[in-house]
T-cell receptor, first 116, second 110 residues
Framework: GAVVSQHPSWVICKSGTSVKIECRSLDFQATTMFWYRQFPKQSLMLMATSNEGSKATYEQGVEKDKFLINHASLTLSTLTVTSAHPEDSSFYIC????????????FGQGTRLTVV | DAKTTQPNSMESNEEEPVHLPCNHSTISGTDYIHWYRQLPSQGPEYVIHGLTSNVNNRMASLAIAEDRKSSTLILHRATLRDAAVYYCILTDTGRRALTFGSGTRLQVQP
Protein backbone atom coordinates (compact mmCIF):
# COMPACT_ATOMS: atom_id res chain seq x y z
CA GLY A 1 0.00 0.00 0.00
CA ALA A 2 0.88 3.64 -0.17
CA VAL A 3 3.46 4.86 2.28
CA VAL A 4 3.82 8.10 4.13
CA SER A 5 7.26 8.71 5.53
CA GLN A 6 7.88 11.07 8.40
CA HIS A 7 11.26 12.36 9.53
CA PRO A 8 12.76 12.49 12.06
CA SER A 9 11.30 9.74 14.23
CA TRP A 10 12.38 11.55 17.34
CA VAL A 11 14.07 14.80 18.21
CA ILE A 12 15.25 16.49 21.37
CA CYS A 13 15.71 20.23 21.24
CA LYS A 14 16.43 23.06 23.62
CA SER A 15 13.71 25.41 24.70
CA GLY A 16 13.48 28.39 22.36
CA THR A 17 14.79 26.64 19.28
CA SER A 18 12.81 25.58 16.21
CA VAL A 19 12.29 22.08 14.89
CA LYS A 20 11.21 21.01 11.43
CA ILE A 21 9.35 17.77 10.78
CA GLU A 22 8.98 16.42 7.26
CA CYS A 23 6.15 14.34 5.89
CA ARG A 24 6.48 12.72 2.48
CA SER A 25 4.02 10.69 0.47
CA LEU A 26 6.24 8.18 -1.28
CA ASP A 27 4.10 6.78 -4.05
CA PHE A 28 1.13 9.03 -4.57
CA GLN A 29 0.44 12.70 -4.91
CA ALA A 30 -1.18 14.26 -1.90
CA THR A 31 -2.80 17.62 -2.46
CA THR A 32 -3.86 17.56 1.17
CA MET A 33 -1.99 16.33 4.21
CA PHE A 34 -2.99 16.50 7.83
CA TRP A 35 -0.99 17.14 10.95
CA TYR A 36 -2.02 15.66 14.28
CA ARG A 37 -0.62 15.93 17.77
CA GLN A 38 -0.90 13.29 20.47
CA PHE A 39 -0.06 13.83 24.12
CA PRO A 40 0.70 10.85 26.38
CA LYS A 41 -2.30 8.62 27.05
CA GLN A 42 -4.50 10.79 24.85
CA SER A 43 -5.93 10.43 21.40
CA LEU A 44 -4.80 12.15 18.23
CA MET A 45 -5.94 15.72 17.81
CA LEU A 46 -6.03 17.38 14.41
CA MET A 47 -3.82 20.45 14.33
CA ALA A 48 -4.04 21.61 10.76
CA THR A 49 -4.80 20.74 7.19
CA SER A 50 -1.93 21.29 4.81
CA ASN A 51 -2.90 22.23 1.27
CA GLU A 52 -0.43 22.06 -1.59
CA GLY A 53 0.29 25.49 -2.95
CA SER A 54 -1.85 27.38 -0.48
CA LYS A 55 -2.05 28.30 3.17
CA ALA A 56 -2.73 25.68 5.77
CA THR A 57 -5.99 25.61 7.66
CA TYR A 58 -5.53 25.48 11.41
CA GLU A 59 -7.89 24.03 13.97
CA GLN A 60 -9.22 26.22 16.70
CA GLY A 61 -6.67 26.84 19.43
CA VAL A 62 -3.64 25.97 17.28
CA GLU A 63 -1.31 28.93 16.79
CA LYS A 64 -0.44 29.30 13.14
CA ASP A 65 2.58 31.46 13.88
CA LYS A 66 3.99 28.81 16.17
CA PHE A 67 3.29 25.79 14.01
CA LEU A 68 4.38 26.75 10.52
CA ILE A 69 3.22 24.46 7.76
CA ASN A 70 4.62 24.43 4.27
CA HIS A 71 3.26 22.20 1.52
CA ALA A 72 5.38 23.21 -1.44
CA SER A 73 4.97 20.04 -3.49
CA LEU A 74 2.50 17.23 -3.94
CA THR A 75 4.71 14.87 -1.98
CA LEU A 76 6.09 16.97 0.87
CA SER A 77 4.61 18.86 3.77
CA THR A 78 6.67 20.26 6.62
CA LEU A 79 5.70 21.30 10.11
CA THR A 80 8.03 23.68 11.92
CA VAL A 81 7.57 24.13 15.63
CA THR A 82 8.99 27.58 16.27
CA SER A 83 10.41 28.71 19.61
CA ALA A 84 9.61 25.36 21.11
CA HIS A 85 8.82 25.08 24.80
CA PRO A 86 8.49 22.02 27.04
CA GLU A 87 4.70 22.09 26.68
CA ASP A 88 5.17 21.47 22.94
CA SER A 89 6.69 18.10 23.72
CA SER A 90 4.39 15.62 22.06
CA PHE A 91 4.01 12.99 19.36
CA TYR A 92 3.39 14.64 16.00
CA ILE A 93 1.84 12.59 13.23
CA CYS A 94 1.09 13.41 9.62
CA UNK A 95 -1.29 11.70 7.26
CA UNK A 96 -2.26 11.80 3.63
CA UNK A 97 -4.86 10.20 1.46
CA UNK A 98 -5.68 10.06 -2.19
CA UNK A 99 -7.99 12.49 -3.90
CA UNK A 100 -10.98 10.22 -3.55
CA UNK A 101 -13.02 10.60 -0.36
CA UNK A 102 -13.64 7.67 1.92
CA UNK A 103 -10.53 5.79 0.96
CA UNK A 104 -7.97 4.83 3.53
CA UNK A 105 -5.68 7.40 5.06
CA UNK A 106 -1.98 6.70 5.39
CA PHE A 107 -0.06 7.87 8.40
CA GLY A 108 3.55 8.60 9.01
CA GLN A 109 5.35 6.79 11.77
CA GLY A 110 5.20 9.86 13.95
CA THR A 111 7.82 12.19 15.45
CA ARG A 112 8.45 12.25 19.17
CA LEU A 113 9.44 15.80 20.09
CA THR A 114 11.00 16.45 23.46
CA VAL A 115 11.80 20.02 24.40
CA VAL A 116 14.22 20.41 27.28
CA ASP B 1 -18.75 14.74 12.86
CA ALA B 2 -20.95 11.94 14.13
CA LYS B 3 -19.69 10.50 17.40
CA THR B 4 -18.64 6.94 18.11
CA THR B 5 -18.57 5.13 21.44
CA GLN B 6 -16.15 2.31 22.19
CA PRO B 7 -15.18 0.45 25.35
CA ASN B 8 -12.00 1.81 26.87
CA SER B 9 -10.26 -1.53 26.96
CA MET B 10 -10.63 -5.20 26.14
CA GLU B 11 -8.58 -8.28 26.74
CA SER B 12 -8.14 -11.34 24.62
CA ASN B 13 -6.10 -14.48 24.60
CA GLU B 14 -3.70 -15.22 21.81
CA GLU B 15 -5.18 -17.14 18.86
CA GLU B 16 -8.74 -16.49 19.96
CA PRO B 17 -11.20 -14.30 18.05
CA VAL B 18 -11.77 -10.75 19.23
CA HIS B 19 -14.91 -8.71 18.69
CA LEU B 20 -14.42 -4.98 19.15
CA PRO B 21 -17.73 -3.10 19.30
CA CYS B 22 -18.50 0.44 18.23
CA ASN B 23 -21.72 2.39 18.66
CA HIS B 24 -22.55 5.21 16.28
CA SER B 25 -26.23 5.88 16.77
CA THR B 26 -26.10 9.30 15.08
CA ILE B 27 -24.53 8.03 11.89
CA SER B 28 -25.79 9.66 8.72
CA GLY B 29 -26.58 7.92 5.47
CA THR B 30 -23.36 9.01 3.81
CA ASP B 31 -20.99 8.22 6.68
CA TYR B 32 -18.48 5.46 6.14
CA ILE B 33 -17.29 3.42 9.11
CA HIS B 34 -13.51 3.25 9.31
CA TRP B 35 -11.30 1.34 11.70
CA TYR B 36 -7.70 2.21 12.41
CA ARG B 37 -5.31 0.89 14.98
CA GLN B 38 -2.29 2.41 16.64
CA LEU B 39 0.53 0.31 17.97
CA PRO B 40 2.67 1.83 20.72
CA SER B 41 4.81 4.75 19.55
CA GLN B 42 3.63 4.46 15.95
CA GLY B 43 1.25 6.31 13.69
CA PRO B 44 -2.21 4.84 13.13
CA GLU B 45 -2.65 2.06 10.62
CA TYR B 46 -5.70 1.46 8.45
CA VAL B 47 -7.58 -1.73 9.24
CA ILE B 48 -10.84 -1.77 7.33
CA HIS B 49 -13.83 0.34 6.31
CA GLY B 50 -17.35 -0.11 5.05
CA LEU B 51 -20.65 1.60 4.36
CA THR B 52 -23.51 -0.87 4.69
CA SER B 53 -22.36 -4.38 3.86
CA ASN B 54 -20.03 -6.51 5.92
CA VAL B 55 -16.44 -6.37 4.73
CA ASN B 56 -13.52 -8.75 4.91
CA ASN B 57 -9.85 -8.22 4.26
CA ARG B 58 -6.62 -9.91 5.21
CA MET B 59 -6.48 -8.13 8.53
CA ALA B 60 -10.01 -8.31 9.84
CA SER B 61 -13.73 -8.40 9.20
CA LEU B 62 -16.20 -5.61 9.72
CA ALA B 63 -19.75 -6.47 10.67
CA ILE B 64 -22.21 -3.59 10.29
CA ALA B 65 -25.61 -3.67 11.92
CA GLU B 66 -28.58 -3.48 9.63
CA ASP B 67 -29.59 -0.08 11.03
CA ARG B 68 -25.92 1.01 10.84
CA LYS B 69 -26.02 2.30 14.40
CA SER B 70 -23.30 -0.06 15.48
CA SER B 71 -20.49 -2.12 14.03
CA THR B 72 -18.03 -4.74 15.18
CA LEU B 73 -14.44 -5.22 14.17
CA ILE B 74 -13.54 -8.89 14.21
CA LEU B 75 -10.00 -10.15 14.51
CA HIS B 76 -10.30 -13.83 13.75
CA ARG B 77 -7.19 -14.99 15.59
CA ALA B 78 -5.57 -12.45 17.85
CA THR B 79 -1.81 -12.37 18.02
CA LEU B 80 0.46 -10.49 20.38
CA ARG B 81 1.13 -8.06 17.54
CA ASP B 82 -2.54 -7.10 17.51
CA ALA B 83 -2.18 -5.39 20.88
CA ALA B 84 -2.99 -1.79 20.05
CA VAL B 85 -5.55 0.97 20.42
CA TYR B 86 -8.36 0.47 17.92
CA TYR B 87 -10.27 3.48 16.68
CA CYS B 88 -13.71 3.41 15.10
CA ILE B 89 -14.19 6.57 13.04
CA LEU B 90 -17.00 7.88 10.88
CA THR B 91 -16.13 9.87 7.79
CA ASP B 92 -18.40 11.84 5.52
CA THR B 93 -17.79 12.52 1.88
CA GLY B 94 -16.66 16.08 2.32
CA ARG B 95 -13.83 15.84 4.80
CA ARG B 96 -10.83 13.62 4.79
CA ALA B 97 -9.33 14.53 8.16
CA LEU B 98 -10.13 11.90 10.76
CA THR B 99 -11.63 12.66 14.15
CA PHE B 100 -10.18 10.24 16.66
CA GLY B 101 -12.07 9.29 19.79
CA SER B 102 -10.45 7.55 22.71
CA GLY B 103 -10.56 4.12 21.06
CA THR B 104 -10.35 0.67 22.62
CA ARG B 105 -7.06 -0.52 24.04
CA LEU B 106 -6.78 -4.22 23.19
CA GLN B 107 -4.52 -6.35 25.31
CA VAL B 108 -3.61 -9.81 24.07
CA GLN B 109 -2.45 -12.37 26.58
CA PRO B 110 -0.16 -15.21 25.55
Amino acid sequence: GAVVSQHPSWVICKSGTSVKIECRSLDFQATTMFWYRQFPKQSLMLMATSNEGSKATYEQGVEKDKFLINHASLTLSTLTVTSAHPEDSSFYICSASSRHPNTEAFFGQGTRLTVV
Amino acid sequence: DAKTTQPNSMESNEEEPVHLPCNHSTISGTDYIHWYRQLPSQGPEYVIHGLTSNVNNRMASLAIAEDRKSSTLILHRATLRDAAVYYCILTDTGRRALTFGSGTRLQVQP
